[in-house]
């Protein structure tokens, strides 16, 4: 025997691994690796392969057509899955609504599947801690906990908050709240611009119109970063490069914004307006100040302003999209919806007929802000969320997370810690969006279908199985045959039944209308923004949602955190943006460290 076997042979020995055992393993794999880093004598059996999954066929790559629920647009999805994992995402080329792109966080989904931090299994406050429990015992707690809140007769003060999406799952929960007497969940999704889905709605009568970058001439666009984080990111990214991809009639692009995004970026134009003044940017193209008004109030030099007049009168058809982030943000958007209608821009530039559905149905924040009232009270016997963070996403001023730890019982169905899930009293995790059943209809008269890509890496199991488990009898319109799950009630109530979906599934569209798209609750009354000129300090501070990472659902992706900015081209850090001369006065330089 040669010396180096004898060397592994010795190193195995002062590691714990008998060299008999070694040289099994050694031969069974034919890899001088496979031991390394092993200490325990115990070795496992090497079982081939040869008993694997359904329609797995061992190293050939199967392909699941699905829908991405990393935000609420609900785009394709095609899922690369081999020996019975999913390695790889792309966008389906079949979807209308993404036509094969896919953006960084859909890509991401992959490292939310896998990420060691997800539960698994259930949660149960005991003693004041999170412990592991099984699921028999976790699904009893939280009947009795609902047998309870109907005895008392308190189901009416519980509340449900549930990601916001499109689909018929709201349309089952909401059936199953109603069958215990609890109101309809609150959809909800932090990212959104509310400002704008608001201004829309009194508008156009939609969330958010279809914009038709091809047909314009000019884009003004205010404060609203639409190739970054602002709206239907992916679509309007396509239909913009669709648009200047036609160098004849290619649109200019104008960006007003006291901050330079990566449209302001993209555009032909930057105009760099001061913040709180972009409402005189849109007097001036409405013809209700001059230009040297609109200077005083933005900033601007007037010939600048003057041009851009000018160049907005001669250009039909124009396009004015305007974001809710500003001070005045809802007269903001008003005002600029308001010249696309006096331009006669609405069913050309602007479509309602064709609005993407992904904000329709979505709840403000200010119902959020009254439901955190009642809690405070200590009304809300019981509080159940799904796929949100509330704890942490609503603004520290709504007093959420005070609030919530006033509720008596509190209920988690989030997959991975967060704020919200350690203030939980039951946890009970649910399926990642690559493992479950569901649909969603991104846009009207197309149907996306959702369909498991794998097996459930964890012990944890979808909400609506979940809920379907403990329903006895069964709420009305959800029964299903036995053992079908949701799987079921989506079968029965799918166009066409069992036959028509296993047509659409290799797809993962099809043609049709699911008929859920509920109309939008009355708001809660809104919290009057303070206007700059009640603020103090000698500079703005002007705060934007991360491309990448949100209000922070992505930061537990490391793909995500290693992207760089578009725009700062940092990574892994929160950087603060300054004027060079603003940080040469400050004696700031790059990579300082700065308190805000």
């Known amino acids: 025997m040669s010396d180096k076997p004898l060397a592994v042979s010795e190193t195995t020995e002062k590691s714990g691994?008998?060299?008999?055992?070694?040289?099994?393993?050694?031969?069974?794999?034919?890899?001088?690796?496979?031991m390394i880093g092993c200490s325990s004598e115990r070795v496992?059996?090497?079982?081939?392969?040869?008993?694997?999954?359904?329609?797995?066929?061992?190293?050939?790559?199967?392909?699941y057509a699905t829908t991405c629920r990393e935000c609420s647009a609900g785009c394709g999805l095609i899922a690369e899955t081999r020996d019975g994992r999913t390695i790889k995402l792309e966008g389906n080329p079949d979807h209308?609504?993404?036509?094969?792109?896919?953006?960084?966080?859909?890509?991401?989904?992959?490292?939310?599947?896998?990420?060691?931090d997800r539960f698994r299994g259930p949660m149960i406050r005991k003693g004041g801690r999170l412990q592991s429990a099984t699921w028999d015992e976790a699904i009893k707690l939280f009947t009795q906990k609902l047998g309870e809140l109907r005895t008392r007769g308190d189901a009416a003060n519980a509340a449900f908050i549930n990601a916001h999406e499109t689909g018929t799952f709201r349309t089952f929960l909401d059936a199953w709240l109603a069958f215990y007497g609890i109101p309809p969940a609150l959809s909800y999704d932090p990212d959104a611009d509310y400002t704008a889905i608001a201004a829309n709605r009194q508008s156009y009568g939609v969330a958010w119109p279809r914009y038709d970058?091809?047909?314009a001439k000019l884009i003004v666009a205010i404060g609203a970063d639409f190739l970054d984080s602002w709206g239907a990111s992916v679509p309007q990214q396509l239909a913009f490069a669709d648009a200047r991809a036609k160098i004849e009639t290619a649109p200019r692009l104008v960006y007003v914004g006291a901050r330079r995004s990566l449209t302001g970026l993209n555009a032909d134009q930057w105009i760099n307006a001061r913040p709180g003044s972009e409402l005189s940017i849109v007097a001036l193209l409405a013809g209700s100040v001059t230009p040297q008004q609109a200077s005083q109030a933005s900033g601007v030099d007037a010939a600048i302003l003057t041009a851009l007049q000018r160049e907005f009168a001669a250009s039909k058809p124009t396009l004015v999209l305007a974001g809710g982030g500003a001070p005045d943000g809802m007269e903001l958007c008003l005002a600029a919806n308001a010249l696309n209608q006096a331009q006669g821009n609405v069913g050309t530039t602007v479509r309602p007929a064709e609005a993407a559905l992904g904000f329709e149905g979505i709840d403000s924040p200010s119902q959020l802000r009254a439901l955190a009232q009642r809690m405070q009270a200590g009304s809300v016997p019981m509080l159940m969320v799904r796929g949100a963070n509330p704890a942490y996403t609503m603004p520290k001023s709504s007093g959420f997370a005070a609030a919530m730890a006033k509720v008596s019982f509190k209920v988690s169905f989030s997959s991975v810690p967060d704020e919200t899930t350690a203030m939980a009293d039951l946890i009970l995790p649910d399926h990642h969006s690559?493992?479950?059943?569901?649909?969603?209809?991104?846009?009207?008269?197309?149907?996306?279908?959702?369909?498991?890509?794998?097996?459930?890496?964890?012990?944890t199991r979808a909400t609506s199985d979940v809920l379907l488990s403990i329903s006895n009898p069964p709420p009305a319109g959800t029964t299903v045959e036995a053992g079908t799950g949701y799987r079921g009630w989506l079968i029965n109530r799918f166009p066409g039944g069992a036959t028509a979906l296993a047509a659409a599934l290799p797809k993962g569209v099809m043609a049709g209308t699911l008929g859920t798209t509920p109309a939008p609750r009355a708001a809660a009354a809104a919290i009057a923004p303070r206007t700059l000129a009640q603020t103090t300090g000698d500079y703005f501070l002007m705060v934007y949602p991360h491309p990448l990472l949100g209000t922070g659902a992505g930061a537990n992706k490391p793909w995500l955190q290693e992207i760089p900015d578009p725009v700062t081209k940092i990574c892994w850090?929160?950087?603060?943006?300054?004027?060079?001369?603003?940080a040469k006065r400050l004696?700031?330089?790059?990579?300082d460290h700065v308190t805000v």
């Open 573 to 582: 850090q929160t950087v603060v943006e300054m004027h060079p001369a603003t």
């Open 17 to 34: 691994v008998k060299r008999r055992d070694f040289l099994k393993v050694l031969g069974a794999t034919g890899a001088a690796t496979t």
């Open 96 to 116: 209308p609504l993404n036509r094969g792109a896919l953006c960084s966080r859909g890509q991401a989904a992959l490292q939310g599947l896998y990420n060691p």
């Open 587 to 591: 004696g700031v330089s790059n990579g």
């Open 213 to 215: 970058f091809s047909t």
């Open 44 to 63: 496992e059996k090497l079982i081939p392969y040869l008993v694997s999954p359904d329609e797995t066929v061992p190293g050939v790559s199967t392909y």
């Open 434 to 459: 690559l493992e479950q059943w569901g649909d969603a209809e991104p846009v009207r008269g197309t149907i996306s279908l959702q369909q498991p890509t794998m097996d459930p890496v964890f012990d």
